[in-house]
């Protein structure tokens, strides 16, 4: 950069008084930041025009002074003082703020948690009515049982209730079983106490026989050796039998496979 | 005097930087007559330059922070605040029509007002000195606010002779700086 040749254009004259444009004066004053001898010569430049103007000085009107200063003094506190406004202003707005996030949090925290507690207290009490509902039933179930129970026993110690064992038959002869049977009620009940279990495909039936023909009283399906299971009833049974059938039963007894039998 | 002007410009600065109203006041003190005698020549209105000073006074506390020492010196910053704004108002609707016809030379000092310096005769002389070409491009740039290109136009020659009458006016100041 040819730096006579430049101050030569005039540039730092026009600068100096204040009439460059924005493009012109950002050139110059990047030029005058890396150029020393650029500066030397606008100081110069500039000393004459402020000797200039000191030369040609006139005072201001004295009262002017104070106008000016309660201009600026209106506009704009000391640092001090904006410092102190700034800090005093700055700290309550900043708790507030703090404030408000740690309540909106906590806000939030206990909904949820009176929304977790509300559920548990919804799903303990469900738990609670099933419970009684279960309860409940199952009293119902042991009441029904024990009224039953209580019939039977009562129905058994009858002078009128017969009790037959039916025996093995030649084939079987380790099975046995027991029937019940009340002359007047006509109820027919067995117990299952000496049959074992039978295969899956099949079934105990039981049989009276009526004037010499065998009638069905129904499955045996309960073979446990403390139940008691009703069958069907029966008028006047000479006889009872038990066959083995395929699994649903049959309508007639397969003969050849009776295990056990009784005469009442 | 340069030296002891340096370190309270100095401080002075760094004060008004700091936003501390009682370096204005130290301020004004130091340079509003400065200022307010080129405002008054271009403006040739005491209301106005007054007007004009406040502004300027304004101005200089809003952009401290924009002055930097490498782009020239603080005195001369604020006298082209003064000088920009002061021209402003002459280049305006509304001072145009409420034009004030007197010349700058004649009209100082204004009747009232004092200078600081009764040397005022030395700058018509000085600027006397100059031939009539340099004094007229001088005047038309300093104190009327022409730019370069309108001086060219007037007085119908190239751009470049503006210039440089302007540098050779502005070299004649470089005296009173030597004084």
């Not at chain 1, 506009?75 to 703090?98: G, R, W």
């Amino acid at each position: 950069m040819d730096i006579k040749a430049y101050i030569k254009t005039g540039i730092l004259e026009t600068y100096a008084l204040g009439m460059t444009n924005e493009e012109e004066t950002l050139e110059v004053e990047t030029l005058l930041a890396q150029y020393p001898e650029l500066r030397a010569e606008l100081e110069s430049i500039e000393m004459g025009l402020e000797a200039f103007a000191l030369k040609q000085a006139i005072l201001p009107p004295p009262s002017l002074k104070e106008a000016v200063l309660n201009k600026i003094n209106g506009q704009e506190p000391t640092k001090k003082d904006a410092k102190k406004t700034t800090k005093l202003n700055y700290l309550p707005t900043v708790f507030l703020v703090i404030l408000s996030l740690v309540l909106a949090v906590l806000a939030v925290w206990l909904y949820l948690q009176n929304n977790t507690a509300k559920n548990d207290i919804d799903q303990l009490k469900k738990e609670i009515r099933a419970c009684e509902a279960t309860q409940t039933s199952q009293k119902q179930l042991a009441e029904n049982e024990l009224t039953e129970k209580n019939k039977l026993i009562t129905l058994l110690i009858q002078e009128n209730t017969s009790k037959i064992v039916l025996v093995g038959t030649e084939n079987h002869p380790d099975m046995k079983a027991i029937v019940y049977w009340n002359k007047d009620s006509k109820e027919t009940f067995i117990s299952g106490v000496g049959l074992p279990k039978p295969m899956p495909n099949q079934d105990y039936q039981l049989w009276a026989i009526v004037d010499g023909k065998p009638l069905n009283l129904g499955l045996v399906a309960n073979i446990e050796p403390s139940i008691l299971s009703q069958m069907k009833s029966v008028s006047e049974p000479q006889a009872f039998a038990i066959t083995l059938e395929p699994k649903g039963g049959s309508v007639a007894p397969t003969l050849e496979n009776m295990v056990t039998m009784g005469p009442v | 005097m340069a030296t002891e002007q340096k370190i309270s410009e100095q401080e002075l600065i760094t004060a008004l930087q700091n936003k501390d109203s009682k370096a204005v006041s130290l301020l004004y003190d130091q340079y509003a007559a400065a200022l307010f005698g080129v405002i008054f020549r271009i403006v040739k209105s005491k209301t106005l330059a007054e007007d004009v000073l406040q502004e300027v006074i304004v101005k200089i506390w809003e952009n401290i922070g924009l002055y930097d020492p490498q782009k020239g010196r603080f005195l001369a910053w604020m006298l082209r605040i003064a000088h920009n704004k002061s021209i402003d108002l002459v280049r305006s609707n509304a001072y145009k029509q409420t034009e004030l016809n007197t010349e700058s030379e004649e009209n100082c000092p204004e009747i009232g007002m004092e200078t600081t310096n009764i040397d005022a005769i030395g700058i018509k002389e000085l600027l006397n000195k100059l031939s009539p070409e340099y004094q007229e491009t001088f005047r038309m740039a300093y104190f009327e606010g022409y730019t370069q290109v309108e001086i060219a136009e007037a007085l119908n020659i190239p751009l470049g002779t503006v210039k440089s009458r302007i540098r050779i006016g502005l070299r004649e100041l470089r005296k009173f700086a030597a004084v």
